[in-house]
């Protein structure tokens, strides 16, 4: 893939095959950015992605602690929560369609901040309220809960970001021209003429950087919270 994307268009289906590109470029990197507006989708992205991560993680965190500690709606109301996630996308796409267009929300930051969340949500609350239920209440009356959940927050985080980054079916219907995002650019890829396969393997590319970084930047915090995030009955 990083290969491709450097790789000239008249090696893409060279005989015998090219491996290594004799002259790499960065054409298509200019032209999935500029041309494409994939920088705009980039921008875009990030904006929508940052601010579900914020709003999820921060509700989320709230009412896992209180199903956790305060067994709010009994016992089985947090599985009924982590339940919402098997819900298919397409099964819900057309009512959110519908009302998204009555309310002024399609193409919008602010309606694709509130789909997102919707879905990533249930995770957020089923990670918080399983490294909840394994926090010993001692430290709590220490007010040491904050420094101690931080690992799963920044889980919570991670899985949370990486779904509105990489979320293409709600992007593809439910924005056009102003709100779309970066998977969304994709489908500009394949026209009459044929697959841009440049333009595609550098948008990839592209699109992988920041979840790789967000990974490795929070890699430490990231392995604590899956390790102890585990439910103990």
């Known amino acids: 893939m ?3 994307s450097i790789k000239p268009v008249s090696e893409f289906l060279a005989v015998p ?3 290594f590109p004799s002259e790499p470029t960065i054409v298509h990197y200019t032209a999935a950015l500029y041309s494409y507006r994939g920088m705009q989708g980039l921008i875009n992205s990030l904006i929508i992605a940052s601010a579900t991560t914020v709003v999820s993680v921060a509700v989320g965190t709230l009412m896992a602690y209180s199903l ?7 016992r089985h109301l947090a599985f009924w929560v982590l339940s919402q996630r098997f819900l298919p996308g397409i099964a819900v796409v057309l009512p ?3 009302l998204y267009r009555n309310v002024g929300l399609n193409d919008t930051y602010i309606g694709m901040v509130l789909i997102y969340t919707v879905f990533s949500l249930p995770f957020t609350v089923w990670t918080m309220y399983a490294y909840f239920r394994q926090m010993p209440v001692e430290l709590e009356n220490a007010a040491r809960v904050d420094p101690l959940a931080a690992p799963g927050i920044v889980t919570a985080a991670v899985f949370a970001f990486i779904y509105a980054w990489t979320e293409f079916f709600f992007a593809l219907i439910l ?3 102003t709100a ?3 998977p969304s650019i994709f489908r500009s890829f394949l026209g009459f ?3 841009q396969y440049g333009e595609s393997s550098a948008l990839t590319v592209i699109s992988l950087v920041p979840s790789i970084a967000l990974g490795l ?3 430490r915090h990231l392995v604590r919270g899956l390790t102890l995030g585990a439910l103990h009955e």
């Open 2 to 4: 990083v290969i491709t």
């Open 17 to 19: 095959p090219v491996v």
């Open 68 to 74: 956790a500690r305060f067994h709010t709606g009994g």
């Open 96 to 98: 959110v369609f519908l």
């Open 175 to 177: 924005t056009s021209r």
């Open 180 to 182: 779309f995002t970066l």
């Open 193 to 195: 003429q044929g697959a």
């Open 217 to 219: 930047l929070v890699q």
